[in-house]
C-alpha cells in the first residue's frame, strides 16, 4: 500500500476548566501520515504545543483499540468523526485529506459537563447503573452456570446490546441530550436474560428516574444516537426500554 | 528465604483445609473496617464488590474516569474453567498442570492448583450476574480451544470476553456504591503507600481533577493495579496503564518478583511507524482457524494470494506438529521473531508474518453446504458461506483490523508480529495475597504469582477474578482478625503527613525541572531501550548497556523533562510525567533481574542458553526460584529466593512437538 502525508488545519475547543468559558483556537499540523490514528495526530499537536511553550489540549482516552469507551471527540459535526460504528481511537487519518479544516469538540450536554478542553464528566452514566443497571446476586451465590439454558437468540440478542461501552456519544448526537440508548442498552441486556427477571420492573423504573434527575433530555425518536453508536446499538432497545416501563408502571401495586 | 506461608497437606486439600481453618471476622466488626481497594479491573472490581457484599467498608481508586474502563476490558479470547462441559478429558488437575508447564515450571503449585479449583465458580458467577457468555443452539455455554491446551474449556462472548466481564463485575460494585458499602474514588491515582509500624495504613491519593492530595486509611491495601508492559512504551495496554502504585509499594518495602517475566503475545497489529502510540492485539483465538506461515523463499515478491502452497512455510505447524498454530504465545513469538531475522518476514517493513483465514473459510463454507443440505454449489458460493461464519465467530476482529491497516482481512491474509502484552512478573505475595508490607496485598497481574514464565492464554480473566471473587474474601479475614483490636488511625497521624510532604515535594521538583524533552519523548526512548534488550530475546552484553542507558536516561529525565500547566488543576502530562519516571526505575530492575537469570524459560529467553534447536533452556538445578528484589538504594537491590518446589509435577523440558 502507498502512504500519505497531509497538512491540516485543526480548530479545537479549549476550555480551562468547568468554570471558565471556552473558545476555538485554531492550529496547524504538517507531515501527518494517512497510517496514523486521530489520537496520533492529536499526539502530534500537544507535543509540538509542549515543545513551543504552551498547552497541550486536554482529552480522554485509554485503551486506543475501541473498547474501553472514554474516547470522546466531537469532530466535523460528529461524536467520533465521519467512519459509522466507530470510535475516535479508531478513525485512522485516510478519513481527511490534505489541507482540511478538521473542527474539534468535547460532547456537548448539560448532564456532561466540560472538565478541560475536550474532557468532560460522565459520572452520571455511573450513577444510572448504580440506580438498578445489575443483577443482585453476591459472590458465592451461583449454582452451574449449565443449570440454567438460555435460548441463542435470546442470549445474541443480550449480548448485542451489553456491547455497549458507555462512551455517551448517543448523548453527544442527540439534540435532546437524551440518554435513552444508553439507558435502553443496559435495560435490554438485563430484560432479555433469565438472571434479570426478579428485579425487572424496580430496575427500569429507578433507572429511568436517575436518568431524569441526571438532566438528561426526553427522546424524540430522531435516531441520531444509533446512527452515532460506535457499536451500532440497536434503536429497538429503546422501543424494549419503553415497553419495560409502562408494563413495569400498568402492573405496579 | 521467603516464606509463601503455603498451607500444609495435600495439594488437593490445601485450600479446602486453609478455608475451613482461617480466621473470620464477625458482621458488626466488619462494618467498622475500612479497606482500600486500587485499580477496578477484574480484580479490583471483583474485590471491592465481593468485600462489599461482605460488610467491610470500602474505598475503590481508579485513574479512569469511571471503574468501567479499566484495561481488563480489552481482553478479547476468553476465560478458561475446568468445567468439562465438552466431555473432553478436562480437570482441574488438567488446567492446573497445563498452566503449570505453560508457565514453563517457574509459577507455585499451591496457588495455580486454588486457581484451577475456582476457576469453576467464576463461571458460575458470571452467568449468575447476566454475563452474556456465547452459547450453543441447545441454550447451555459454548467453548473453544486456546494456545497450549489440547482441550476446550475457554468461556468467551465474542472477541469482546473481557468487556463483559468487567461490565459484570463493574455492575457489581456500582451495586455496592449504590448500598453505601463502597465509596468510589474515579480520577483518582494512588502516589504512595502509608505505613505505620511497618504495617500498610492507607494511601496518598491525587484527585487528578484538582490535582489536590488526599489521605485515606484503611485496615488493608489491595493493590489491583494491573501489569507494567507500558515499560516498553509500545504494547497492547491502555495508554494509562502504569506501574507507579506497584512501584510505591516496592519502595515502601514490597518484594518485586521476577520482573524481566513478560508477555510477548503473537498475534498483533505490526508497527507502521514512528508514530505509533500503541499496538493492538488480535487474539490468540484467531489462531484456532488461522494458519501462520512466511513465504518459503528468500526475497519473495509476490502478493500473500499469488503465492502458492508449495512456496509457502507454515512454520508453527512444521516445528510443533502437535499443538501447530496453537503452541503457547513465548514459542509462537519467538518463531515469529526467528524467520523475520531471518529475512522471511513480510510486508513493507519485513517484520510480520502472515495469519490467513483462506482454509478455514473454505473449511467453514464446506460445512455450511453440508449443514444446510445444498447441492451444486459453485466455490464463490462456499466462500462466501465460509465468510459469514467466520464473521460470526471473529467479527470484531476483523472490522478492527480493516480499521487500523486499510486491509480487508476476508479477502487477503493478515500480517501480524509480536508485541507486548502482559507482564507475568509483579509484587512477591505469599499464598494469602499479602506481599512482604503486612497489611498490603497485591491481586490479579500485579501480583507474581500464577503464571510462571510465561501465562496460557484466558488465564489473566481467570486469575484476576478467581483473586478477587474467590480468594481475596478469605484471605484477608485471616488477617483482619487480629486488627479488630487496633483503632482506626486518624488522618492526621505523622505517618500520613509525613507522605504526603513526600509525594507533594516529589511533584514539585519534577514541575520545576522546565527543562525541553517532553516526557513522551522520554517513554519513547525508555521503550526502545528495554524492547531492544530485554525483548523476545536478550543477552548479556545487552543487559549491561541497557542498565548503563536507563542510569543516563534516568538523570536526563530529571534535569530536562518539561512539563506545561500548574500542579493545582486537570494536568494529564504531569500524570504522565509520574508514571514514566517510576517506568525508568522498573526498566533498570527488569535488566538486572534478566542479567541475573542465567538461563532461559518461558517469556525470558538469554541468546546464551538454548537448545541445538533454538528452544529455551532451562536450568532447573541452579535457577528453581522466584527472584523476589528488595530495594535498597537508588540503583542497588538485594536478592532474596522463594525456592520452587514440585511436589505433584516433575518438571520436564517443555514439548510441543
Known amino acids: 500500500m502507498s502512504h500519505t502525508t497531509m497538512n491540516l488545519n485543526l480548530k479545537v475547543w479549549r476550555q480551562k476548566n468547568t468554570k471558565t468559558p471556552g473558545a476555538f483556537e485554531m492550529y496547524r499540523v504538517e507531515n501527518i501520515s494517512d497510517e496514523m490514528s486521530f489520537l496520533e495526530m492529536m499526539d502530534i499537536l500537544n507535543e509540538q504545543l509542549i515543545t513551543e511553550g504552551g498547552e497541550p489540549v486536554a482529552f480522554d482516552h485509554d485503551c486506543r483499540e475501541g473498547i474501553c469507551g472514554m474516547c470522546s471527540m466531537y469532530i466535523n459535526g460528529k461524536p467520533h468523526g465521519p467512519w459509522q460504528a466507530n470510535t475516535t481511537c479508531q478513525l485512522h487519518m485516510r478519513a481527511f485529506k490534505d489541507n482540511d479544516t478538521i473542527v474539534i469538540e468535547p460532547w456537548r450536554a448539560n448532564a456532561f459537563p466540560v472538565i478541560k478542553d475536550l474532557t468532560v464528566d460522565r459520572s452520571a452514566f455511573d450513577r444510572i447503573i448504580q440506580a438498578g443497571g445489575y443483577v443482585s446476586v453476591n459472590t458465592g451465590n451461583a449454582v452451574d452456570g449449565n443449570s440454567l439454558p438460555i435460548e441463542k437468540a435470546k442470549a445474541d440478542e443480550a449480548f448485542a446490546a451489553a456491547m455497549c461501552i458507555g462512551c455517551g456519544a448517543c448523548v453527544a448526537a442527540c439534540k435532546n441530550s437524551s440518554a435513552m440508548l444508553f439507558l435502553s442498552a443496559k435495560v435490554s441486556h438485563l430484560a432479555l436474560l433469565p438472571q434479570g427477571g426478579p428485579e425487572r420492573k424496580t430496575r427500569v423504573t429507578n433507572m429511568v428516574a436517575q436518568l431524569d434527575k441526571e438532566g438528561f433530555g426526553a427522546c424524540t425518536n430522531t435516531g441520531a444516537c444509533e446512527a452515532a453508536c460506535p457499536k451500532e446499538i440497536s434503536i429497538a432497545n429503546i422501543a424494549r426500554l419503553n415497553k419495560e416501563y409502562i408494563v413495569a408502571g400498568l402492573t405496579s401495586e | ?657
Open chain 2, 1 to 657: 528465604m521467603l516464606d509463601a506461608k503455603i498451607p500444609k497437606g495435600d495439594l488437593d486439600n490445601k485450600w479446602v483445609d486453609y478455608k475451613g481453618h482461617c480466621k473470620l471476622v464477625n458482621p458488626a466488626n466488619k462494618r467498622k473496617m475500612e479497606v482500600i481497594v486500587v485499580g477496578t479491573g477484574l480484580a479490583g472490581a471483583s474485590a471491592a464488590a465481593s468485600l462489599g457484599e461482605m460488610g467491610y467498608k470500602v474505598k475503590a481508586f481508579c485513574f479512569q474516569d469511571s471503574p468501567r474502563r479499566a484495561h481488563s476490558i480489552a481482553a478479547q479470547g476468553g476465560i478458561n474453567a475446568a468445567k468439562n462441559y465438552q466431555n473432553d478429558g478436562d480437570s482441574i488437575f488438567r488446567l492446573f498442570y497445563d498452566t503449570i508447564k505453560g508457565g514453563d515450571y517457574r509459577a507455585r503449585e499451591a496457588n495455580v492448583h486454588r486457581l484451577a479449583e475456582v476457576s469453576s465458580n467464576i463461571i458460575d458467577q458470571c452467568v449468575a450476574q447476566g454475563v452474556p457468555f456465547a452459547r450453543e443452539y441447545g441454550g447451555l455455554l459454548s467453548n473453544r480451544s486456546f494456545g497450549g491446551t489440547q482441550v476446550q474449556r475457554t468461556f468467551y462472548a465474542a472477541g469482546q470476553t473481557g468487556q463483559q466481564l468487567l461490565i459484570g463485575a463493574y455492575q457489581a460494585l456500582e451495586r455496592q456504591v449504590a448500598l453505601g458499602n463502597v465509596q468510589m474514588f474515579a480520577r483518582h491515582e494512588m502516589l504512595d503507600v502509608v505505613k505505620v509500624d511497618g504495617k500498610a495504613k492507607g494511601i496518598i491519593a491525587r484527585n487528578l481533577v484538582t490535582g489536590e492530595l488526599e489521605r485515606h486509611f484503611g485496615y488493608a491495601v489491595l493493590l489491583c493495579t494491573g501489569g507494567y508492559g507500558n515499560v516498553y512504551y509500545l504494547s497492547t495496554n491502555a495508554m494509562g496503564s502504569n506501574v507507579t502504585a506497584a512501584w510505591k509499594a516496592h519502595k515502601q518495602g514490597a518484594f518485586f518478583a521476577n520482573p524481566c517475566f513478560t508477555q510477548i503475545h503473537p498475534t498483533c497489529i505490526p508497527v507502521s511507524g514512528d508514530h505509533q502510540s500503541k499496538l493492538t492485539l488480535m487474539s490468540e483465538s484467531l489462531r484456532n482457524d488461522g494458519r501462520i506461515w512466511v513465504p518459503k523463499n528468500l526475497g519473495e515478491t509476490r502478493k500473500a494470494n499469488e503465492i502458492p502452497e508449495a512456496d509457502r512455510d507454515y512454520f508453527l505447524e512444521r516445528r510443533y506438529p502437535a499443538f501447530g498454530n496453537l503452541v503457547p504465545r513465548d514459542v509462537a513469538s519467538r518463531a515469529a521473531k526467528e524467520r523475520c531475522d531471518a529475512g522471511f518476514g513480510v510486508g513493507t517493513s519485513k517484520q510480520a508474518v502472515y495469519l490467513d483465514y483462506a482454509a478455514a473459510i473454505e473449511r467453514y463454507g464446506k460445512t455450511e453446504v453440508s449443514k444446510k443440505g445444498l447441492s451444486n454449489v459453485s466455490q464463490e458460493e462456499i466462500i462466501a458461506l465460509g465468510k459469514e461464519v467466520v464473521k460470526e465467530k471473529y467479527g470484531n476482529l476483523f472490522d478492527m483490523y480493516a480499521k487500523i491497516t486499510g486491509e480487508n482481512p476476508y479477502e487477503v491474509p493478515m500480517r501480524i508480529y509480536p508485541a507486548v502484552h502482559y507482564t507475568m512478573g509483579g509484587l512477591w505475595v505469599d499464598y494469602e495475597l499479602q506481599t512482604t508490607v503486612p497489611g498490603l496485598y497485591a491481586l490479579g497481574e500485579a501480583n507474581f504469582s500464577d503464571h510462571g514464565a510465561n501465562r496460557l492464554g484466558a488465564s489473566a480473566l481467570m486469575q484476576g477474578l478467581a483473586d478477587g471473587y474467590f480468594v481475596i474474601p478469605y484471605t484477608l479475614g485471616n488477617n483482619l482478625a487480629d486488627e479488630i483490636y487496633n483503632a482506626p488511625i486518624p488522618t492526621s497521624h505523622p505517618a500520613f503527613e509525613a507522605a504526603e510532604k513526600t509525594v507533594a515535594d516529589r511533584i514539585t521538583r519534577l514541575k520545576n525541572i522546565n527543562g525541553k524533552q517532553t516526557v513522551e519523548s522520554f517513554h519513547k526512548r525508555l521503550g526502545k531501550i528495554i524492547w531492544n534488550e530485554c525483548g523476545m530475546s536478550r543477552t548479556e552484553a545487552g543487559l549491561k548497556q541497557a542498565i548503563a542507558d536507563v542510569q543516563a536516561l534516568k538523570k536526563e529525565f530529571w534535569s530536562d523533562v518539561r512539563i506545561p500547566g500548574e500542579i493545582n488543576e486537570y494536568n494529564p502530562e504531569l500524570d504522565k510525567a509520574n508514571r514514566v519516571a517510576d517506568f525508568i526505575e522498573l526498566g533498570e530492575l527488569m535488566c538486572v533481574d534478566a542479567l541475573a537469570r542465567e538461563e532461559s524459560c518461558g517469556g525470558h529467553f538469554r541468546e546464551e542458553y538454548q537448545t541445538p534447536e533454538g528452544e529455551a533452556l532451562r536450568d532447573d538445578k541452579n535457577f528453581m526460584y522466584v527472584a523476589a528484589w528488595e530495594l535498597k538504594n537508588d540503583h542497588e537491590w538485594a536478592l532474596h529466593k522463594e525456592e520452587l518446589k514440585y511436589d505433584v509435577i516433575q518438571p520436564s523440558q517443555r514439548n510441543y512437538k
